[in-house]
Every structure is written in C-alpha cells, then in structure tokens.
C-alpha cells in the first residue's frame, strides 16, 4: 500500500524559512516523479513543484520559482521541500504526491504551513 | 499557462441520479507523444484529492465503474452514474501535458 506521510508545517512569519518532509513507503521510491501540491484554506488545489526519479530534473510554478526547492534522499525514500522568503500567500496545506509521469496519483494527508506574523 | 475551466462550480443531485461535471482547457491537452493528460480527481471533506480517471477516460486503481470520463481536444466530462453518498465532495480537473500542472476551480457535489 502507497503511503506518503508529511511533516515539517508549521507557523512562520513573513520573510522566515521552513523545511517540508515527506516519507514514502509501499512503493519503489527511486522509480518514480514527484510533486507537492498546495491548497490554501477554503481554495482550490495548486501545483507547486515536480522531481524527477533521481532528482536530476526539477520544476516549479512561478509563484514559488527561486524561493522554494525541492529535493529528494532516494536512499531515505524520503522527498523534502525548502520554502525561503515565505510570504503570507505561501499558507497553505500542502500535499506530496507519488508521481506517474507527470501525474500526482497517490497522495499524502498534507501538513498546514500558516504565514503570519 | 493552460486555463482549467469547470462548470458548475456547484452540483445539487438527488440519491441515484446522474451527475455531470464540465471541464474545458484554454487550449488543447493532446500531448507530442498522442496522449492527452487529462484527469479527475475527487476530494471528500476533510480528505486529500483522490485520483479517479486519467487520460480522459481511465478509471484508476479502485474507484468504481459509476465514475466514467470522455472528451478530446479541449472539452472533458465526468459523469457519475448514480450519486451515492460517499460522491459528495469536490471534483477536480487537471491538466499534466504541459508545466506547469493546472487544475479546475473545482465542482462541490451535494446531495438535494
């Protein structure tokens, strides 16, 4: 069974940094893409960011271009996303998902990241 | 950016009546490779989305055969067969042919 479990959210003020974790099991890590995606309270779902299998390859939406970064321990089956110069825009609860290609098919219970000073 | 466009944002259906969510892209999804990456995904209160149909018309892993999409080129359609209760939520498209990933506003599906 695929399971993606997310931790690391947190309250940070405006212009603070702040590390998402997301442990994956279930399934062979370091075969496959994957992304975080962001729902901000009451709104709709965002996609945030995209690696692929050996973390050679990156992309991200330009809303979070230059600020955030993810990564990816494929010896930790574990994938990370580092949030800098977090704006009040940036609340949200955010959500790792098992790539398929490009396709987020499996997702995790997400973890709240709250801007706010 | 490709823009997700579903109507309508709100679906009030009756217990065992069909339901039908509209989805049009602001250009089309056919991929390069032939595939268009269009999918559904369906997010009940409280829970994280949940994928129901990729490539148009696939049924992913689980998900009963009352959930059915089609469409080409820029117009898609869900139709749920009969509404159970457990359908109740909110329905997404989301476009993966091209960066960045865009997604529907959403349809909330609720029961009259």
């Known amino acids: 069974e695929v399971q993606l479990v997310e931790s690391g959210g947190v309250v940070v003020q405006p212009g603070g940094s702040l590390r998402l974790s997301c442990a994956a099991s279930g399934f062979t890590f370091d075969d496959y893409t994957m992304h975080w995606v962001r729902q901000a309270p009451g709104k709709g779902l965002e996609w945030v960011s995209l690696i692929s299998w050996d973390g050679g390859s990156t992309y991200y939406a330009d809303s979070v271009k230059g600020r955030f970064t993810i990564s990816r321990d494929n010896s930790k089956n574990s994938l990370y996303l580092q949030m800098n110069s977090l704006r009040t825009e940036d609340t949200a609860l955010y959500y790792c998902?098992?790539?398929?290609?490009?396709?987020?098919?499996?997702w995790g219970q997400g973890t709240l990241v709250t801007v706010s000073s | 950016d490709i823009v997700m466009t579903q109507t309508p944002l709100s679906s009030p259906v009756t217990l065992g009546q069909p339901a039908s969510i509209s989805c049009r892209s602001s250009?089309?999804?056919?991929?390069?490779?032939?595939?268009?990456?269009l999918s559904w995904l369906q997010q009940r209160p409280g829970q994280p989305p949940r994928l129901l149909i990729y490539k148009i018309s696939n049924r992913f892993s689980g998900v009963p055969d009352r959930f059915s999409g089609s469409g080409a080129g820029t117009d898609f359609t869900l139709k749920i067969s009969r509404v159970e209760a457990e359908d109740v939520g909110v329905y997404y498209c989301?476009?993966?042919?091209?960066?960045?990933?865009?997604f529907g506003q959403g349809t909330k599906v609720e029961i009259k």
């Open positions: 989301m476009q993966a042919t091209q960066f960045p990933l865009t």
């Open positions: 998902a098992k790539g398929n290609g490009l396709l987020p098919d499996y």
């Open positions: 250009q089309s999804l056919v991929h390069s490779d032939g595939n268009t990456y």
